[in-house]
Every structure is written in C-alpha cells, then in structure tokens.
Nanobody, 124 residues
C-alpha cells in the first residue's frame, strides 16, 4: 500500500504561481511512477503530468506544457507540481496518483493509489 497526501492548494489570482506537494508513505517511493490529475467542476478527471522513477522522464498534457513542472525528491518521498502563469481554467481539485507500471501515463484508471486531493482556485 502507498498513502498519498497532497498539500499546497489555495486561492490565487490569474498569473500567480503555486507549488503543490504530494507526500507518500508506505512502499518504496522510488519504485513508483507518479502523476498529477485534476478534476474541474462538472468535468472528467484529466491528466496533467507524470514522472518516471528517476525523475528524468516527464510527460505533460498540452494544456499545461510550458507552465507547469513536475518533479520528485525520492529522498523525501515527495512529488511536486510547480504551477506558473495560472489561469481561471486551471481551477480544479488536484490529485496525485502512483502506480508501479501504468500502461498509459495519462489514463487515471491505470493508477492504483490516489491522494484525497487539494483545491486550487484561480480568480480572474
């Protein structure tokens, strides 16, 4: 089992930055591929970014490419999402997810472990 806890959400204005954290406990953190997803009101949960074990390989959704950066610190069992140039359409509950070997990084059903989510609200 892996337990994931997100933090760092909040209310910001358009153009501001936020950094989300996802702290893991349980199994060996470095064995897992990690990802961020989000769910906006009335919408399906969508993929944001994923990062492989070493942290070198990363993947992003087109909607956030160039604005968001995913990273991980295996020594601290923590993953991060640096969000810059935030837009009102980034408003959502953000979730971190983990899996040993998801068949598709961008498909939420491929991840076994999830955090409870953290709310990000961007005002215009």
């Amino acid at each position: 089992q892996v337990q994931l806890v997100e933090s760092g959400g909040g209310l910001v204005q358009a153009g501001d930055s936020l950094r989300l954290s996802c702290e893991a406990s349980g199994r060996t953190f470095s064995n897992y591929i990690l990802a961020w997803f989000r769910r906006a009101p009335g919408k399906e949960r969508e993929f944001i970014a994923a990062i492989k074990w070493s942290g070198i390989a990363t993947y992003y959704a087109d909607a956030v490419k160039g604005r968001f950066a995913i990273s991980r610190d295996n020594a601290k069992n923590t993953m991060y999402l640096q969000m810059n140039s935030l837009k009102p359409e980034d408003t959502a509950v953000y979730y971190c997810a983990a899996d040993l070997a998801p068949r598709s990084y961008s498909t939420d059903t491929n991840y076994d472990y999830w955090g409870q989510g953290t709310q990000v609200t961007v005002s215009s």
